[in-house]
């Protein structure tokens, strides 16, 4: 199973312009609200028709639905330049609500074989009966929507889009509505799933941890564009855009201009970290042109006083003084300031765990010296 | 006493219900899910016999079924079918007068069906008829009940546009409110309070049935 998308759409003051290919993988599409992650997950299902451009799906790589139900090559279900439009009620695509939208007046059995048709009877009842097991759903059968908990919920919504044989499976926000715990677990269950029905599969999430957690691969959309496209690691690590760094969390961006090429290295110079080396990226780099570079929080650690200064750590150290501190549970941020920039240097943040801040005697106006390790540091072009 | 005008109200409200329904359940339908130009005008002409002076209304349903009016004559010549001064000229003031007292619950409770469980129907493979029976109408039916029993209710309250329509011919077209106006004028007390009485324990049980009703599990 496959999906090749190219969508457009002009709205009021904002475009959209979305274009993926992806395999039967488990993919997060990943951005802030209002970039059009709904958006895109609706014009691939017909809920919304795009002002121009393609979905395929299909693509012949695996052999049909979760049920066999045929799915025979990739099927063109959208292409505004021959007037192709499937009615949303062929495309078989199976679309989690973030609210679930169950029906409620109808049964959790009911809900499920809604979508079934025209399967006998012993093979209705052998398709239900299994997705109520793997969905954890017995013993709730009988029940209607308001009486299950916000799980039980959610799970009979994906039960009821697995149960009609999707080719691809797109989930708007599916842990949004849940609490923390519950949905520690569901994102698991969810992984499972995926195993066990290896559907195409879009998860849309606004949630860094979630993101992280699910997607093999991630595309990152900001402003209806889709910013970087690419493993998890590299969206986490290796950021293509500023905006990307910021989403994904890597709170230390600064801007800093290239002060020569050693190598396999580049030196940047910022006025408030001075010098720092940072391993040299693929692209076209001139001494004297400006550039931006990051690091994760999490990825600076602090150095000892007494400790030697080793040739790990003694590339990109810094000097500076403790600003401010938040607590944030189970890790601390440290806002360090060198004092070179004056009073409006962005300071460094540093996030180190609890016990490290304790047994350090970490505090507002005490002095501090990390290293912004030079493989951490990421340049972005 | 002559119970021939409770018989024809029964038969007159029941038959304009039905149609108001039929009617009526299109139009909910169109007003709560589509957008089209001229929408708010249509919607203030649906309203408006709640609005104007039922006299009002019964001169404009005389002057487009009337004999002489191009849909009387046809209705007439070519169909067989006379409406002034009829029982069928009753069930048509009936049916004007009830008909926004359908459309209105009847549309909102379809307006309170959320788009996301329609959706979720089509992409489960439902056409867009079967949507309407399977999710649409049944989490609607309370609303369209209501609108029913209003209308039903509205009819056979009827009086202004069906006197000026149907008239009130004894035995022919006289509907229990006009028997009422009807006895009253004639100094007929005792037929008056018989029949003012039925009529008040009817509108009675039909709001309070509605309201028992309409408290939904949904």
């Given at each position: 199973m496959s999906l090749e998308f190219n969508v457009k759409k002009r709205l009021d003051g904002f475009s959209l312009d979305v274009g993926l290919k992806l395999t039967d993988e488990l993919m997060v599409l990943f951005g802030p609200s209002g970039a059009g992650k709904s958006l895109t997950l609706k014009m691939i299902s017909g809920l919304v028709r795009p002002d121009e451009g393609f979905v395929d799906i299909g693509g012949g790589l695996g052999g049909g639905g979760a049920w066999g139900a045929g799915g025979a090559g990739g099927t063109r279900v959208f292409d505004s330049a021959s007037g192709v439009n499937v009615p949303i009620r062929k495309r078989r695509t199976g679309y989690l609500f973030q609210d679930y939208?169950?029906?409620?007046?109808?049964t959790v059995i009911e809900n499920i074989s809604y979508g079934i048709n025209g399967l006998e009877a012993g093979r209705l009842r052998e398709i239900v009966g299994e997705l109520v097991r793997v969905m954890r759903l017995e013993g709730l059968e009988k029940r209607y929507p308001a009486e299950l908990s916000g799980g039980q919920k959610q799970r009979t919504a994906l039960a009821r889009t697995l149960a009609t044989g999707p080719r691809v499976l797109l989930l708007d926000e599916?842990?949004?509505?849940?609490d923390y715990q519950v949905r520690e677990k569901l994102r698991g269950d969810l992984k499972k799933i995926h195993g066990l029905f290896p559907i195409t599969t879009i998860l849309v999430t606004h949630d860094l941890e979630e993101a992280f957690m699910l997607g093999t691969r991630i595309a990152v959309i900001n402003e209806g564009r889709i910013e970087q496209f690419s493993s998890r690691e590299d969206v986490f690590y290796?950021?293509?855009t500023r905006n990307v760094a910021r989403f994904v969390g890597t709170r230390n961006i600064f801007t800093g201009t290239v002060a020569g090429i050693d190598g396999p290295d580049v030196v940047i110079e910022n006025p408030d970290i001075g010098r720092i080396r940072a391993p040299r990226p693929t692209g076209e780099l001139k001494a004297g042109s400006e550039v931006s570079f990051c690091i994760r929080p999490e990825e600076i650690p602090v150095i000892r006083p007494e400790r030697t200064l080793d040739a790990k750590v003694r590339v990109n150290l810094i000097e500076g003084e403790i600003t401010e501190t938040t607590g944030k549970g189970t890790t601390h941020t440290l806002f360090i300031s060198t004092g070179k920039g004056g009073a409006g240097g962005a300071p460094i943040k540093v996030e180190v765990p609890n016990f490290v801040f304790k047994k350090l005697g970490l505090a507002k106006g005490k002095p501090i010296r990390v290293s912004l390790k030079k493989e951490s540091v990421w340049v972005i072009l | 006493m002559e119970l021939f005008p409770l018989y024809l109200t029964i038969k007159v409200s029941l038959t304009a219900t039905v149609f108001a329904a039929a009617i009526g359940i299109v139009v909910a339908l169109v007003m709560a899910r589509r957008d089209f130009f001229g929408k708010n005008a249509v919607d203030a002409l649906i309203m408006q016999p709640l609005v104007i002076p039922p006299t009002v209304l019964g001169y404009y349903l005389l002057t487009v079924f009337g004999r002489s009016s191009f849909l009387g004559r046809f209705l007439e010549d070519s169909l067989g079918v006379e409406i002034v001064f009829t029982w069928r000229g009753a069930v048509v003031a009936a049916l004007v007068s009830s008909l926004p007292l359908f459309i209105k619950p009847a549309r909102a409770a379809i307006e309170g069906v959320g788009k996301d469980l329609e959706d979720a129907a089509r992409l489960l493979g439902k056409t867009e008829f079967q949507v309407l029976r399977t999710v649409t109408l049944p989490l609607a039916w309370r609303g369209i009940v209501a609108g029913g029993v209003m209308a039903f209710a509205r009819a056979t309250g009827e009086f202004g546009a069906t006197l000026m329509v149907?008239?009130?011919?004894?035995?022919?077209?006289?509907?229990l409110p006009i028997a009422i106006y009807d006895a009253v004028q004639m100094g007929d007390n005792l037929t008056a309070n018989i029949l003012v009485l039925i009529i008040t324990v009817f509108s009675f049980s039909v709001l309070y049935l509605v309201g028992l009703f309409t408290r939904g599990r949904f």
């Open positions: 939208a169950l029906f409620p007046h109808m599916p842990f949004s509505a849940l290796r950021p293509r | 149907a008239g009130s011919i004894p035995g022919r077209t006289m509907t």
